[in-house]
């Protein structure tokens, strides 16, 4: 709440929301161009997280603080607020220290500071080691879990590792195999319920995730569509959904909790995909990619009836489960 607040009186100091403040102050002078921040009801963007930018982008910023805030011989950030900013202010409950929206923490590898994202994204800098180091992933691993590994690879210059040309063809091999899609799998056959519940919109009762209505179109082809429309008038545009085992990316579709209320990210895409698992139940995973969330909605179709259990996965979160009726069957 406090961080958001300081978005607003940025905005009202300045004349400008925060995104347009840190593209001209920040952004620019560090050739970072593709930056989303969505904002909340008042257009204002939200200040306690929800940026979202390449892992190349975050070690610049990282780099930048290495460096006392100078950037390609310039102070872009005045030296005295970045020593102030990673200095220990607070203690918190994990044991490490907070400043001024960065953590910071002491060990047998000296002072090390780092801004954490939502699913332990990271942007850490030790200036011991003069080192910058980024992760950015879905939340399936712990950062101190995988310390020990990259503190392993750390060398004295004077004896560098072996030469090993098998490691590096290896790992040049599944470096290649990293942007490649997925292989699409076979279609089954369609249940007959698909075709009687394909393009119609289900009304929901009231419930507490303030899903209004949802609707599912299919066809011929390996891919169906999905809508959904929420209680307070918010609606996805129409999305592609993977029939065969491959998420289909559809812009626009990103919705996500801010509070008690769904957001709509516009300029970013959420994966879907989904399957038949018996004769009357469908699957679907709705995947926010870039916002750690992962959805899992089971729809069991019963006539005009349809029975939604719906929940977020990754931070496991139970179903929550109500039913809806067919409009106009």
């Known amino acids: 709440v406090g961080m958001h607040m300081l978005s607003a009186i940025l905005e009202k100091a300045t004349g400008m929301n925060a995104l347009e ?31 979202h930018m390449l892992p190349g982008d975050m070690a610049k910023i ?16 005045s030296r005295s607020w970045v020593e102030e900013s990673v200095k220990k202010h607070f203690d ?29 994204q990271r942007i850490n800098v030790n200036p011991g080691f ?26 004295d210059p004077k004896h560098p590792l072996p030469a ?23 279609v089954a056959a369609l249940p007959d319920i698909a075709t009687a519940i394909s393009g119609k919109t289900f009304r929901m009762e009231p419930n507490p995730l303030g899903i209004g209505s949802v609707r599912l179109d299919f066809n011929a082809t390996p891919q169906a569509s999905f809508q959904i429309t929420f209680a307070d ?29 769904f957001v709509e990210f516009q300029d970013l895409s959420v994966g879907l995909r989904g399957q038949w698992i018996d004769a ?7 995947d926010t990619i ?30 929550a489960t109500f039913a809806g009726t067919m409009e106009n069957p």
């Open 280 to 286: 009357q139940t469908f699957v679907l995973e709705y």
């Open 21 to 51: 403040y840190a593209r001209q102050n920040l952004f620019k002078p560090l050739g970072i161009q593709e930056v989303s921040w969505p904002t909340d009801p008042q257009g204002v963007n939200l200040g306690a997280g929800n940026v």
């Open 233 to 261: 008038g918010i609606q996805s545009p129409l999305g592609a959904v993977g029939l065969d085992g491959v998420y289909r990316l559809t812009p626009g579709m990103n919705l996500d909790r801010v509070g008690h209320r």
């Open 164 to 186: 090993n040309p098998a490691g590096v063809a290896e790992l040049q091999q599944v470096l290649a195999t990293l942007p490649l899609p997925p292989t699409p799998q076979p």
């Open 290 to 319: 870039v916002n750690y969330y992962y959805y899992k909605l089971e729809m069991h179709f019963e006539g005009e009836r349809l029975n939604l259990a719906f929940g977020e996965q990754r931070m496991g979160a139970p179903l």
């Open 92 to 120: 918190t409950p994990n044991g490490d220290g907070y400043g001024y929206g960065w953590w910071s923490s002491v060990d047998n590898t000296g002072m090390t500071f780092y801004a954490k994202g939502n699913g332990d």
């Open 130 to 155: 003069n080192i910058v180091l980024v992760t950015a992933g879905d939340g399936g691993f712990n950062f101190d879990d995988i310390t020990p590994y990259i503190l392993a690879a750390f060398r």
């Open 62 to 77: 990282g780099f930048l603080y290495l460096h006392g805030g100078v950037w390609d011989g310039k102070q872009i950030v």
